[in-house]
């Protein structure tokens, strides 16, 4: 790595899940020290994740973040400290209505993701035991019709992977425009599929395009660091790319960088020592 493309990095965003955290949603203790350490030299530290917002914040203060909030993997951009939004993505009220039509028929479970809390019914009940939005609040509602508007996402699921695929082929051209679908079989859960509905144009990627327009900052000023599929879009950017040792082949064939650890041994540590260390010589 040549020591003045880390000396150049002014921002450092990094996914959580997988990646900043151990599978316990765990920071370590070296990480958050060196982080700490970065953030004194004028780097800004944000983080880019499926998350909600509000299922960031803790980790977001026990970091004393400076930088930007990425949730819901670039649907919604806030800066952490004002709360202030830069950019919000929310589906129209005519998608989300089909969206809850069709899962009906299939006898497809769905839930409403909003900035605060993912909202879900009786019907539903049991994507919260299921979904992996890691500290995300879920509240039971009578009716999904007082939540269509304000809405960010929406996430389908089930446990027979033909009924998610319809679903998908259902809310399809030309019902879909202006929309984007992503089909994913569960990390955790090997029986279980999920189908996420956004606006379309809403990614990790496009969220940091915007980002560094908003905040004046080129790309190449910028690293990257992730894990999983949904850190695809990040990677396709001309920033440095970081991937942890438990990466995905796609991320690690692409990446500047690749940490000997894993998220479990704290592996993005080492990449914030490299920078920590370019920025003191």
Same mark, same amino acid.
């Given at each position: 790595?040549?020591?003045?493309?880390?000396?150049?990095? *002014?921002?450092?965003?990094?996914?959580?899940?997988?990646?900043?955290?151990?599978?316990?949603?765990?920071?370590?203790?070296?990480?958050?020290?060196?982080?700490?350490?970065?953030?004194?030299?004028?780097? &800004?530290?944000?983080?880019?994740?499926?998350?909600?917002?509000?299922?960031?914040?803790?980790?977001?203060k026990e970091l004393s973040l400076n930088g930007y909030i990425? &949730?819901?993997?670039?649907?919604?951009?806030?800066?952490?400290?004002?709360?202030?939004?830069?950019?919000?993505?929310?589906?129209?009220?005519?998608?989300?209505?089909?969206?809850?039509?069709?899962?009906?028929?299939?006898?497809?479970?769905?839930?409403?993701?909003?900035?605060?809390?993912?909202? @879900?019914?009786? +019907?539903?009940?049991?994507?919260? /035991?299921?979904? /992996?939005? +890691?500290?995300?609040? @879920? *509240?039971?509602?009578?009716?999904?019709?007082? #939540?269509?508007?304000?809405?960010?996402?929406?996430?389908?699921?089930?446990?027979?992977? #033909?009924?998610?695929?319809?679903?998908?082929?259902?809310?399809?051209?030309?019902?879909?425009?202006?929309? &984007?679908?992503? %089909?994913?079989?569960?990390?955790?859960?090997?029986?279980?599929? %999920?189908?996420?509905?956004?606006?379309?144009?809403?990614?990790?990627?496009?969220?940091?395009?915007?980002?560094?327009?908003?905040?004046?900052?080129?790309?190449?000023?910028?690293?990257?660091?992730?894990?999983? %599929?949904?850190?695809?879009?990040?990677?396709?950017?001309?920033?440095?790319?970081?991937?942890?040792?438990?990466?995905?082949?796609?991320?690690?064939?692409?990446?500047?960088?690749?940490?000997?650890?894993?998220?479990?041994?704290?592996?993005?540590?080492?990449?914030?020592?490299?920078?920590?260390?370019?920025?003191?010589?």
């Amino acid at each position: 790595m040549e020591e003045n493309k880390l000396k150049n990095i *002014k921002l450092i965003v990094t996914d959580i899940d997988g990646t900043l955290v151990d599978d316990n949603g765990k920071l370590g203790s070296e990480s958050k020290k060196l982080l700490m350490e970065i953030m004194k030299q004028d780097v &800004s530290i944000s983080l880019a994740t499926g998350r909600l917002h509000s299922a960031t914040t803790e980790l977001a203060k026990e970091l004393s973040l400076n930088g930007y909030i990425i &949730s819901l993997d670039g649907a919604v951009i806030k800066e952490f400290k004002s709360g202030k939004t830069i950019f919000e993505s929310f589906l129209k009220t005519r998608h989300v209505k089909k969206a809850i039509s069709i899962s009906d028929d299939l006898l497809v479970n769905i839930v409403l993701c909003h900035a605060s809390s993912i909202y @879900y019914t009786e +019907y539903n009940s049991v994507i919260p /035991s299921l979904l /992996s939005k +890691y500290g995300a609040l @879920y *509240k039971q509602v009578n009716s999904y019709e007082e #939540y269509l508007s304000g809405t960010l996402e929406i996430v389908c699921s089930s446990d027979v992977k #033909y009924s998610i695929k319809q679903m998908e082929r259902s809310f399809n051209f030309p019902i879909s425009i202006g929309c &984007s679908t992503s %089909y994913f079989r569960s990390k955790k859960n090997e029986n279980i599929f %999920y189908l996420e509905i956004r606006k379309a144009g809403s990614s990790k990627g496009k969220a940091l395009e915007k980002l560094l327009k908003h905040i004046s900052l080129k790309a190449e000023q910028t690293a990257v660091i992730g894990d999983w %599929y949904n850190d695809i879009t990040l990677f396709e950017t001309k920033a440095l790319k970081v991937a942890v040792a438990n990466a995905i082949p796609e991320l690690l064939n692409k990446a500047d960088v690749v940490t000997e650890k894993t998220n479990n041994e704290d592996g993005v540590a080492e990449f914030f020592e490299m920078v920590l260390k370019s920025k003191r010589n």
